[in-house]
């Protein structure tokens, strides 16, 4: 089964003038499945699609080249949780708030994502996840998201 891009070029306050060349990410969703989207990679297309300032995340067992790009100010807006980040053992280590994407790096620049990382981050964010909290733990169990709209953006 092939995956499929949707197209989110240069926001609404990209002029047709656009130099930036488009970018290949992975979008996240909170409650769905992640899905590709070719971006503009200006910081404001960037900032629309987490819907506020950008934080980058570096996740620590993927050693790619690729980050997560995410709402700074997720948790403290109050955006639903989204995915669990791990350690090397799969301890909750931290928890994203709101939609984020994971793009490519090449020094300082975000950069496509190659075919390789798009599947590893894909398989990795697969599933939304429910959050339990607990005696200051966080439990993050994977659930099946019925949504048919995320199943069409796979075939």
Not at 82 to 95: E, F, I
Request: glycine residues 8%.
């Amino acid at each position: 089964m092939k995956k499929k891009f949707t197209t989110k070029l240069c926001s609404a306050r990209c002029t047709d003038g656009c130099t930036h060349q488009p970018i290949q990410v992975l979008i996240v969703d909170p409650h769905r499945r992640p899905y590709g989207a070719t971006i503009c990679p200006r910081l404001q297309s960037m900032q629309d699609i987490v819907g506020g300032c950008i934080q980058v995340v570096h996740d620590g067992l993927i050693k790619d080249d690729a980050v997560i790009v995410c709402n700074e100010e997720g948790k403290l807006v109050g955006l639903p949780a989204n995915r669990a980040l791990r350690d090397s053992r799969g301890k909750v280590q931290d928890v994203i708030h709101g939609t984020f994407m994971v793009v490519g790096t090449a020094g300082e620049d975000f950069t496509s994502l190659t075919p390789r990382q798009f599947a590893d981050w894909t398989d990795k964010f697969l599933y939304p996840e429910k959050f339990i909290y607990f005696n200051n733990r966080t439990v993050a169990v994977p659930v099946a998201d019925g949504s048919a709209e995320a199943e069409e953006k796979y075939e």
